[in-house]
């Protein structure tokens, strides 16, 4: 037994953390460093005719101040349709028109009071209807339309499917704009050398396609960039792509001449940094009587705002909700992604599939209910299996579906430990309502709802790889460098863990490094839940690399073969087969790197590692192929209390179940999910980002609710170990898939408890009054 | 502007500085002080993130204007324990997991620390309650009661 893979060891950065030592973003202090401001457009949509910088110019204390003119002449950009600054015409209301450098924030904030914009309005389009609509105003005219992309795939023979089934069900769905809402607001600070070479400091999860995309943006060559991740304070998917602020920051500082911190207020990341998208989605789904799947129709419209982001590339993902996860013999999928003129949207913790997830299994339940089947029953009957290949090609290795949906199916009839109210029902209570004592207002119910992502990393790049280094110094300490960033997830603790175990060693051995650009070899970067799966594999290798090497010296020293030597507790030792050899004979690790150092003809020990999962790009026309190496799986059950007087839902208890292969930090893993199902019920209950007129309505933490220690429901993880082949000692990856189902286990709860069925999120008071007035109207 | 002469009692250790009128105590940990453990989230007194304790009372800095707490007593994260060894609330959110991106910590450190000099041994319910105004989007929260709770107990 390891003492340190699976063990619940806490996160290496924690006590620096805990103590306020941490160096974020907003820390960073250089030498003559000025912070910028950026002015945004008052229009949604408008013809710029005049920016007048002259004014603001002669405020003491600004330093730089940069309009469109100064914008490179590259666009960049997901769609390659971004500029820094936007000059003829501006497409949203978070458009930067202008920005400026001071010594101060206040003189900042004060210089954009005094730069005079003159606008032309032209028409706008709020939805993604509107803009599809038959001269509708162009948001980027040289591109002749406002459909960016569309999305077909299919697979089987729908009118087969149609034709087989005894029941079909059919619904519209509306889904909001969330916010990653990372506790730390969006930041970058940039640097030049006197060599014209940038250093940025930044909360990216790309810091390799980050140097190639501000290259482009800069017009500069990616070697003459260095991107170093400071402490990161959340980021879910925001730092996905290169944004404006970053070349603003890089330009300003050009300018200047000193460094530039641009800092976003928390109403500036509402309005600028990237949202999910909102989308409007139509289903159709059918089964036959003994429980089977006949066919899925899913059409879905997505606003994807002014300039195309990664959001742009969700429905990849919202299409493997609908194809895989269970068996579905005919499926139809598309997806149109529109330009409007609203924000810019990108990809929030899930990448699409709590979109997908949330209108794939609230369609399972009304399936189930429709047959008169159990829910969990109905699903186990169709859930992906192990070593299954699925029609849209993903090749399921290790699948936990059915241990899961059998582990939170386990704990519906346990009682939640919070107070029953005064008449509602305790226990399990029916599939269909009305079941509960009438006189009451509070109605319990239960809803299930399981989950499929990507857990073996996900190719939506050329490589998916991830590289790195080993190093061991004369005293036996372990220097792990890799391409891969710890956003707060943990990854550094668990890829050291990784390292650890290989080598023998404890973990307070290993410093990890994972912030450098010039340090660092290459990684992909933090998303799709890769981190441990494929950092973990290159970590591995490389852990593996560097013993080879120092088994080889201390094969030597100890006169027996390689294959002789373990390495435990911080020594090499001589076995016997699985046993140390007796009498026991052994060396320090310090020891025999020493010796591989001081010898004549020496070497360092280095051991190099490059993991590239055996996966590939999905084929461009038929969007099938194996995206990840290998697939993680969850289900949850929600119980809640519906107020019918008032529309309030309350979740009382939500059992998670996941698949994670194996857990190298159980406690880790239990972070994942738990810190997923906060972002989950929110999406479920409170959180929207309320966009009227292309302006956000909520810009801050008091209209747009996430959920607080006082909202959580009482939680249970449990994790399922299926032990992945592929994976670094058996694990996959799981950290989207906390939040993913809890949507529409909730709202699947909700119909259990009042009978009706709610087809937006979040699930407000508002909105489930309506739907129960409806109901009763009926 | 005129600049305004603020006092203070920062960590225990008595601190003049020279401020703008319009700062906020948050502005002055962080800018004047070089004390960067709270941090700023929000600026409007919602996310909590920099949460210190004035007179032994938890408020987020960034809504007190600096000039109000003349002559008063400050308490931050890097001020709980004499020698910046671990308080048993951060021990306890090491051990416990209650950690990720770490953000928010300082803040829910300084709440929990606020709340057990109140109730010494909470219930799980005060301690829900205690820590409503620290925003946290990384862990879920369970982790961060648990491990109060525990360092509760532990008192």
Known sequence: MSTVVGQRLAKLDAPDKATGRTVYGHDVRLPGMLHGRILYSRHPHARVLRVDVSRALKLPGVKAILTAADNPSAKFGYGKDNTPLKGEVVRSRRDEVAAVAAIDADIAEEALGLIEVDYEPLPAVFSAQASLQAGAPLIHEEQGSNLFKQYRYSHGDLEIGQRESDVTVEADFELPYVAHAAMEPSVVVAAFDQRGHLTLYSTTQIPFLLQRDLAEALGMEGSEIRVIQTAIGGAFGRGLDIYPFEPIAALLARKAGRPVRVSFSRSEEFLAAPLRQPAQVHVRAGARRDGALTFRDVSALLDIGAYVSWGSVTPLVMMETTASLYRVPHVRFSADCVYTNNPITGAVRGYGNPQSTFFIETMMDRLAVALRLDPVEFRLRNANRPNEDTPQGLKITSCGLKECLEAVAARADVESEGTRAPGSQGGRPGLVAGLQAPSSHLKRGIGFASTLNVGGGARIYRSDGCGATVKVDDFGHVSLITGSTEIGQGSETVLAQIVADVLGVSLQDINVLNSDTDIKPWDVGVHASRTTFIAGNAAQLAALDARTQIFETAAEMMRVTPDKLAARNGHIVVMDGELPATPARSIELSKAARARHFREGGQVISGEGWYDPPTRLVDKETYKGNISATYGFGAQMAEVEVDTETGRVRVLRLVCANDVGRAINPMAVEGQIEGGTQMGLGYALTEEVIVKDGRVLNPDFLDYRLFTTADMPELETIIIETDELLGPFGAKGVGEMGGTPTAAAVANAIYDAVGVRLTTVPMTPERVLQALDQKAAH | ?155
């Open chain 2, 1 to 155: 502007m005129p600049k305004y002469h603020l006092t203070l009692t920062v960590n225990g250790e008595p601190r003049e500085v020279l401020i703008d009128p319009r700062r906020t105590l948050l502005d002055v940990l962080r800018n004047s002080l070089d004390l960067r453990g709270a941090h700023r989230g929000c600026d409007s007194g919602d996310c909590g993130a920099c949460t210190v304790l004035l007179n032994g009372r938890p408020i987020t800095a960034c809504m007190a204007l600096a000039a109000d707490c003349e002559g008063m007593a400050v308490l931050t994260v890097e001020g709980i324990t004499p020698n910046g060894s671990l308080h048993p609330v951060q021990r306890a959110l090491v051990d416990k997991g209650g950690i990720q991106c770490g953000f928010c910590t300082p803040g829910m450190v300084m709440a929990a620390v606020a709340l057990l000099n109140d109730r010494p041994c909470p219930t799980a319910e005060d301690v829900r309650e205690g820590l409503a105004g620290n925003l946290c989007r990384c862990t879920g929260y369970k982790k961060i009661v648990d491990a109060v709770l525990s360092a509760g107990a532990e008192r």
